[in-house]
């Protein structure tokens, strides 16, 4: 497996009025992010709103994806599901489309504290599946919060590339990069969601990031990344100050109301896609 790194946004998912999946946006899309320096792409999941789309329009938004970036960087594709079985045939009807990763957060709706669920689950995927794996911590979506002594297991797991953590616990994320400071031999890349905390994340040896309202900012979250790189303290500083302004100015005051519809205004406005978003999600703003 090559090492997930670098700025990879969670695209959304243009639509069209009934919700079906605007194929040709979809490729303008992913044309943008691209050019922008995405080192890889990330499909259906919580800003590709992969939870709420029907199962033929996520596969129809794969097959797309899966032709439109012609292994020009990594594509990652959402497969979360609310059982074992469900994301195992959700697994396997997707990754049949040719996408590079597949991504799983755990279960969700029900709770799952007991950490023999979730590594039952993830060893589940494993054998069940023929892609690579990216964990998608995100409690806050899914109901199940994983402790670090469970993240270090799932680290482990042969099979799993990545962990994407969204879990807001920014001292879980620093105690997994202690204990593998050492990028080059980690058993899986180490990917901050977590949009505040983008550049402390980088610089304290995270591989990279993955972002959803950042998809309309990729050249500055890619100059980030780089000067991250690059050990520039006081520049990522600046960087990641002036990234959370613009991301501070798009969504507005009230991001918890219509925040989907107001990244996709974003991305309409400049060409991309129509600012349609799956119902019940609000669309008050222009």
Same mark, same amino acid.
């Given at each position: 497996?090559?090492?997930?790194?670098?700025?990879?946004?969670?695209?959304?998912?243009?639509?069209?009025?009934?919700?079906?999946?605007?194929?040709?946006?979809?490729?303008?899309?992913?044309?943008?992010?691209?050019?922008?320096?995405?080192?890889?792409i990330f499909i259906l999941g919580n800003m590709g709103e992969g939870a709420a789309l029907v199962d033929s329009q996520k596969r129809a938004a794969v097959k797309e994806a899966v032709k439109r970036v012609r292994g020009r960087v990594p594509l990652l594709a959402g497969i979360s599901e609310v059982s074992t079985r469900r994301t195992v045939e959700s697994g396997k009807a997707i990754q049949a489309l040719g996408p590079d990763y597949l991504v799983s957060t755990t279960p969700y709706y029900?709770?799952?504290?007991?950490?023999?669920?979730?590594?039952?689950?993830?060893?589940?995927?494993?054998?069940?599946?023929?892609?690579?794996?990216?964990?998608?911590?995100?409690?806050?979506?899914?109901?199940?919060?994983?402790?670090?002594?469970?993240?270090?297991?799932?680290?482990? /797991?042969?099979?799993? &590339?990545?962990?994407?953590?969204?879990? %807001?616990?920014?001292?879980? =994320?620093? @105690? *997994?990069?202690?204990? $593998?400071?050492?990028?080059?031999?980690?058993?899986?890349?180490?990917?901050?969601?977590?949009?505040?905390?983008?550049?402390?994340? /980088?610089?304290?040896? &995270?591989?990279?990031?993955?972002?959803? %309202?950042?998809?309309?900012? =990729?050249? @500055? *979250?890619?100059?980030? $990344?780089?000067?991250?790189?690059?050990?520039?303290?006081?520049?990522?500083?600046?960087?990641?100050?002036?990234?959370?302004?613009?991301?501070?100015?798009?969504?507005?005051?009230?991001?918890?109301?219509?925040?989907?519809?107001?990244?996709?205004?974003?991305?309409?406005?400049?060409?991309?896609?129509?600012?349609?978003?799956?119902?019940?999600?609000?669309?008050?703003?222009?």
């Open positions: 497996m090559a090492t997930l790194e670098g700025v990879i946004p969670a695209i959304p998912t243009p639509l069209r009025p009934k919700e079906d999946v605007d194929l040709e946006a979809l490729g303008r899309l992913i044309d943008f992010v691209i050019q922008g320096g995405a080192a890889g029900y709770q799952f504290p007991h950490p023999d669920s979730i590594m039952g689950f993830f060893e589940t995927l494993g054998r069940e599946l023929s892609r690579p794996l990216v964990f998608y911590h995100a409690p806050g979506a899914t109901g199940n919060k994983v402790g670090t002594e469970v993240l270090d297991r799932l680290m482990n /797991l042969p099979f799993l &590339a990545a962990i994407k953590d969204s879990s %807001g616990d920014f001292k879980q =994320v620093m @105690e *997994l990069l202690r204990r $593998y400071p050492d990028r080059a031999r980690r058993p899986a890349s180490i990917l901050q969601g977590d949009e505040f905390v983008y550049d402390v994340s /980088l610089l304290m040896g &995270a591989d990279g990031v993955i972002t959803g %309202g950042g998809t309309v900012f =990729v050249p @500055e *979250l890619v100059a980030l $990344y780089k000067a991250c790189r690059a050990g520039q303290e006081e520049r990522a500083f600046e960087l990641q100050r002036d990234f959370r302004k613009k991301m501070d100015d798009m969504l507005g005051p009230e991001l918890m109301v219509d925040w989907m519809h107001v990244i996709k205004a974003k991305l309409r406005d400049k060409g991309l896609c129509a600012s349609t978003v799956t119902h019940p999600f609000l669309s008050r703003r222009g």
